[in-house]
């Protein structure tokens, strides 16, 4: 059994980005290889956003 390793700051915003691209609920079903290059890309999107507008 793994120990809890509590998530990265990477792994944060990635959930943040599926939430707020409505895909959250997918992403917990199918994981994230289960989801399609469309979903992928416009996840990466928001990211891109996300870390763009911290600089």
Do not use: C
């Amino acid at each position: 059994m793994q120990k809890f390793r509590p998530p990265t700051r990477q792994e944060r915003d990635k959930y943040r980005a599926a939430k707020a691209a409505g895909l959250l609920d997918r992403v917990l079903e199918v994981g994230w290889a289960g989801l399609s290059a469309k979903e992928s890309g416009r996840i990466g999107g928001i990211l891109a956003h996300m870390n763009h507008e911290e600089e």
